[in-house]
């Protein structure tokens, strides 16, 4: 009662009002900057603590000089101008000390230790102000209120720093500026109260009160000020570190190349979107999209032409979404998209705007592209109950799409996934086979227009499976590609081509294929080296075989690759020419043992002047760059009968023996083996 009376009657109440103002606003700056340097390191921590140290120790001494300038002594009163600035400067200090030590975050003792030399600073300064504060009498202190008002202090201060330090409350920095400024006000007005002035009669002495209560205001406003600047400063850097926390979170979640969504950002806004749509009950149609000529325009254009079409398909896509659409990029060429299904006719308008967008031609530097797409599309929730197996079952869709030249949007369908449950069978069953030994290899003739004389064999690898019988390599051979056995696959037939073609008379050529990814590895050419040397084949007489596409898909180590190739002394055939890039300048660059005519210009040659033109033109093409060439597919005399009119070298074909089992070639007296095969006795 005291205190309360001590503030109602001794003291001005609108500067009284005006000094916790500036308290409770000083208080909360305090506590947030404060709070902000828990969690800085290094230079910007002592920098923290510099304007933590400013905010306290200005709010501490402008709270108690704008409350001593609202007291009214009863007598005439001055301020010594030494003491009045070393009160300062031990507000500042003392804050400085205690929120350093107090800002340890892993010790309690710390955090109360530190508190408390807060508090005990706010109590120096106090006293060290009143000892500044003159006046004209007799000053004695009522020592219980004394005591009290510094345990308030060190007691509400290390109370302060030890709930934003190591408390677990929601709200733990307003608790805190509460309690800091209870400490510094509690200190005040119970030290005012400890106050007694006994007056003394000193001739012309008088204090202005007009002059008080401006230079009162004065310091409020500098104090407002001071605090609203250490206030900016943590707003400033919690804005900026909100926009870089966003710029990183975009970053993020974005693709730098499209601007679109990327997996993780594309996968967070499917399962808030998953999550929405159960709570209502509706359907999510999930969209997979793969381009079907990126790696086409990749290839022969470079990354740079591959980079731009996927920015135009970036811009374009995001020109076509409306409300509720998301495009994201999964990476390389592909893309997803979801949007909840409200009516078929909106999902089939989303579709067909995806569509248009992949058909629609982009303008390159040297020219027009398209990249086109396949696109498949899973419901949640009717064929998928998670995110995963609904991009899975999506997937499943655009594969099938890719598959079927008659159109480019799937919708997934159960039987989808025996399909794919077939092939992992087949892959497994495959590799069985490779172990087992049921693989085997046919060959076919190859032989002279002209004259009809044997010039080679080319081998085929066929699987003979135990329950399906003759499995196709249109079958098998794109299981072995996808599994990576391919590799083990193409080193077995490559082996067992050449061992066999040893035993041969006479010694015809035997051409093996290159997949291109046994073209791919950096091994190759020690493969064929040693090949050659373990089974004796001469080196001219194995004649490798592979795709133009193969070269593209990097042309400069391809045509390194192939140098080394033909070091050993192997030749290299050129095969389906035609149907690829067919680049004059491959032809330039390599020069090839043999161009082998795709077959499909074959099938079409007796009703299409086009294709004989075409068949014309490459059978010129190689006599002028004197490079053999062979036309596959050959199936009637009258195909043949045009191939030896325009000078074809060589031809392969039905017409003239299918492909067959060594056995039978043998049996039919093409070929004798020499003495000592196992083949050679059973025939």
């Not at 009657?9 to 409770?24: D, K, P, T």
């Not at 501490?60 to 000089?65: K, L, P, S």
């Not at 381009?291 to 811009?315: P, S």
Request: proline content about 4%; charged content about 20%.
């Amino acid at each position: 009662m005291s205190v309360a009376a001590c503030i109602a009657y001794q003291h001005n109440i609108w500067l009284v009002f005006i000094a916790g103002l500036i308290c409770s606003v000083g208080s909360w700056t305090t506590i947030k900057l404060f709070n902000r340097s828990l969690s800085a390191k290094g230079a910007q921590k002592m920098s923290w603590h510099v304007l933590t140290a400013t905010a306290a120790g200005t709010t501490i001494w402008c709270t108690h000089f704008i409350a001593i300038l609202g007291y009214d002594p009863g007598v005439p009163y001055g301020f010594d101008p030494v003491l009045t600035v070393v009160s300062l400067l031990v507000a500042f200090f003392g804050s400085a000390l205690g929120f350093v030590v107090a800002s340890d975050r892993n010790s309690t003792t710390a955090a109360l230790v530190g508190g408390g030399i807060v508090g005990l600073g706010i109590s120096v300064m106090h006293y060290s102000g009143i000892l500044a504060y003159r006046v004209n009498g007799i000053v004695s202190w009522d020592v219980t209120y004394l005591v009290t008002s510094i345990c308030l202090a060190v007691a509400f201060s290390a109370l302060a720093a030890f709930i934003v330090v190591r408390g677990r409350l929601r709200n733990r920095a307003l608790v805190g500026a509460g309690l800091l400024a209870f400490a510094i006000l509690s200190l005040h007005f119970t030290g005012m109260t400890a106050l007694r002035i006994a007056p003394l009669d000193i001739d012309n002495a008088a204090t202005n009160p007009e002059a008080a209560r401006t230079l009162a205001l004065a310091v409020a406003c500098v104090a407002l000020m001071v605090v609203a600047a250490g206030f900016a400063s943590y707003f400033i850097d919690g804005s900026t570190r909100a926009e870089s926390v966003e710029r990183l979170r975009e970053a993020a979640t974005h693709d730098g190349l499209t601007g679109l969504p990327n997996r993780s950002g594309f996968n967070e806004r499917l399962d808030r979107e998953l999550l929405a749509a159960d709570a209502v009950g509706a359907r999510v149609a999930f969209i997979a999209i793969d381009l079907d000529r990126f790696k086409e325009i990749n290839d022969r254009r470079g990354h740079a032409a591959g980079d731009e079409v996927l920015k135009i398909l970036g811009r374009r896509m995001m020109g076509v979404l409306r409300g509720g659409e998301v495009i994201g990029r999964m990476g390389g060429d592909e893309f997803a998209a979801f949007r909840r299904v409200e009516s078929d006719e909106m999902l089939q308008a989303f579709l067909r705007r995806i569509e248009t967008v992949l058909s629609k031609p982009m303008t390159l530097d040297d020219g027009e592209v398209v990249a086109g797409g396949s696109i498949g599309v899973a419901f949640y929730p009717d064929d998928a109950t998670t995110r995963t197996t609904l991009a899975s079952n999506a997937d499943l869709a655009m594969y099938r799409a890719k598959g079927d030249v008659s159109r480019s949007i799937c919708f997934y369908e159960p039987s989808m996934d025996d399909f794919v449950r077939t092939r992992r069978k087949l892959a497994a069953e495959l590799r069985e086979a490779l172990e087992k030994g049921q693989l085997d290899l046919h060959y076919q003739v190859q032989t002279s227009v002209l004259t009809g004389e044997i010039r080679g064999y080319e081998a085929l690898v066929r699987w003979r499976h135990p329950v399906r019988g003759l499995v196709p390599p249109s079958d098998f051979i794109p299981i072995a590609e996808e599994s990576g056995l391919i590799l083990p696959i193409g080193e077995w037939v490559l082996r067992t081509a050449c061992a066999t073609a040893a035993t041969w008379s006479p010694p015809y050529k035997i051409a093996v294929n290159l997949s291109p990814i046994q073209f791919g590895t950096a091994g190759l050419p020690d493969l064929i080296r040693r090949t050659l040397r373990e089974t004796g084949l001469d080196a001219e007489r194995l004649e490798l075989e592979l795709t133009e596409s193969t070269i593209f898909v990097d042309r400069e180590r391809s045509l390194h690759m192939l140098r080394e190739i033909k070091r050993l002394g192997v030749s290299i055939a050129l095969d389906d020419f035609g149907t690829g890039y067919s680049s004059l300048d491959i032809l330039r660059s390599f020069p090839f043992d043999k161009i082998k005519l795709d077959r499909s210009f074959m099938r079409e040659v007796e009703d299409s002047p086009t294709a004989r033109a075409i068949i014309r033109a490459i059978l010129a093409l190689g006599s002028s760059l004197k490079i053999p060439v062979l036309a596959e597919g050959i199936e009637t005399d009258a195909q043949l009968a045009l191939l030896r009119a325009e000078g074809c070298d060589e031809a392969q074909g039905y017409l003239l023996g299918r492909p067959a089992p060594l056995d039978s070639i043998v049996s039919g007296g093409q070929i004798t083996l020499m003495p000592g095969d196992p083949l050679a006795q059973s025939a």
